[in-house]
C-alpha cells in the first residue's frame, strides 16, 4: 500500500543523495586545500548518512507498511546510519566552527543519544501501522519519541550550525546563497520533527501532525533535488568557507 510518509521519505532521501554527490563532487574539484576536501568530505557523509537511514525507512514505508514487526526491525536498522551521521556532524562543528577544540566529547554525546535510541526502541517494541491520513503512525512511547528528536535535532541542528557559520563568516555572495538556503531548510525540518514527534499527544491531532510531516518532507526533498540539479556553486562555498 502506498503511503504518504513513504513519499515524503523517498523525495527526501533523493534530494539529499543530490546534495551529497554535489558536495562530494565539489570538494573533489579543489585542490592543494586540505581542509576544503576534508569538510566537503565530512559534509557530504551527512548528506549520503541520513539519506541512508531514511531510505531504509522509506523502503519499508513503501513495501511493508501493512507489516508492522517489518517496518519495526527496519526503524532499527535505520537508527544505525542515523547515529553514525550524528557523530560525523559533531566531529564537522568541532572541525569547522571550534577547531581548538577537540571533537570527541561532542561525538561521544552523539554516540550515547544513538545507542539509547536503539536500546529503547528495543526494550519499547513499537507497532507502526497506516492510520487514516494515509501515513505511517510509528507508534512511538512518549520517551522513545523524545530519544528520536535529540538524535535528529543533532544530525540537523550540526548542518544548521556549519552554514550558519559559513552565512557569517564569508563575502561571498553564492556562499550567502547556500547557506541561507540550507539554513532555511534545516530550521524547517526541526520544526517539523518537533511538531511530529516531540509535543504532547493531543496539543495537535494525531493525522494531521502525519500528514504535515510526509507533507514536509516531500516539499523539502523537492527542494533539494531542484538546487542540486541546477548548475553547482557548491565549489565556491567550500573555497571560500575558511576566507
Not at 510518509?5 to 579543489?30: N, Q
Not at 501493512?66 to 517496518?71: A, W, Y
Not at 526503524?75 to 564537522?92: D, E, K, N, R
Amino acid at each position: 500500500m502506498l503511503t504518504t510518509t513513504g513519499i515524503g521519505l523517498l523525495l527526501f532521501s533523493l534530494g539529499l543523495v543530490f546534495g551529497g554527490f554535489r558536495f562530494f563532487k565539489a570538494f573533489r574539484r579543489i585542490k592543494d586545500s586540505s581542509v576544503g576536501n576534508k569538510i566537503g568530505m565530512l559534509l557530504s557523509a551527512t548528506f549520503f548518512g541520513t539519506a541512508l537511514a531514511l531510505s531504509i525507512l522509506a523502503i519499508g514505508t513503501l513495501f511493508f507498511a501493512q507489516n508492522s514487526e517489518t517496518l519495526y526491525k527496519l526503524l532499527i536498522v535505520s537508527h544505525i546510519p542515523l547515529t553514525l551521521t550524528a557523530m560525523v556532524g559533531m566531529y564537522l562543528v568541532f572541525y569547522t566552527v571550534f577547531p581548538s577544540v577537540s571533537p570527541w566529547p561532542g561525538v561521544g554525546v552523539a554516540l550515547a543519544l544513538g545507542t539509547n535510541l536503539i536500546i529503547l526502541t528495543i526494550l519499547t517494541h513499537p507497532r507502526p501501522f497506516i492510520d487514516a491520513s494515509g501515513g505511517v503512525n510509528w507508534n512511538l512511547s512518549p520517551a522513545l519519541a523524545v530519544s528520536l528528536c535529540y538524535v535528529v535535532f543533532v544530525n540537523i541542528g550540526t548542518q544548521l550550525i556549519v552554514f550558519l557559520h559559513a552565512l557569517f563568516h564569508t563575502k561571498s555572495r553564492e556562499v550567502r546563497i547556500v547557506s541561507i538556503i540550507q539554513v532555511g531548510l534545516a530550521l524547517i525540518g526541526l520544526v517539523n520533527v518537533f511538531i511530529r514527534f516531540f509535543l504532547v499527544d493531543g496539543t495537535i491531532p494525531a493525522l494531521v501532525r502525519t500528514r504535515l510531516f510526509d507533507v514536509t518532507l516531500g516539499v523539502i526533498g523537492l527542494i533539494y533535488i531542484s538546487i542540486f540539479l541546477l548548475p553547482p556553486v557548491i565549489i565556491k562555498w567550500f573555497s571560500k568557507m575558511k576566507s
